[in-house]
């Protein structure tokens, strides 16, 4: 029993090693949550979610149903059901592919010398 309201986590869901749950959490059936990810008070995750390894969900937030968080990333902002989100901080797993990119093509640009260019 928590001291203010109790976690609940939901039959069939999977937790692995190393995994810290806070306190008034509500994790839905089904989930699976990998080694060395935190989750702080207060955080909902619906049903069917899959987190990565070394995920961390900061407090008071929402994961929806059939959810996928990218391991080692960092969320600071409630997550849609059904989207796929990674990095750090998190954000949609498309937008992140394009600014990893856009970072190599910077970085290519940079030692090339052609200033971007190219």
């Known amino acids: 029993r928590g001291a203010m309201s109790d976690t609940i986590i939901g039959q069939g ?3 692995d090693n190393l995994v810290q749950i806070a ?5 839905g059936r089904n989930c699976i949550i990998a080694g060395l990810s935190g989750i702080s008070g207060s955080v909902t995750v619906g049903d069917n ?3 990565g390894g070394g ?5 008071h937030l929402t994961i929806g149903t059939g959810a996928k968080l990218a391991a ?3 969320f ?5 059901a059904g989207e796929i989100w990674g990095g750090y901080p998190a954000q949609p797993m498309a937008e992140a ?6 970072l190599r093509r910077l970085a290519r ?10």
């Open 13 to 15: 869901t999977k937790i």
């Open 23 to 27: 306190h008034n959490v509500r994790i």
């Open 49 to 51: 979610v899959t987190m």
């Open 55 to 59: 995920v961390g969900l900061a407090d």
């Open 72 to 74: 080692r990333s960092g």
């Open 76 to 80: 600071m902002s409630n997550v849609p």
């Open 97 to 102: 592919m394009r600014e990893i990119a856009a």
């Open 109 to 118: 640009a940079r030692k090339s010398g052609d200033g971007g260019k190219n």
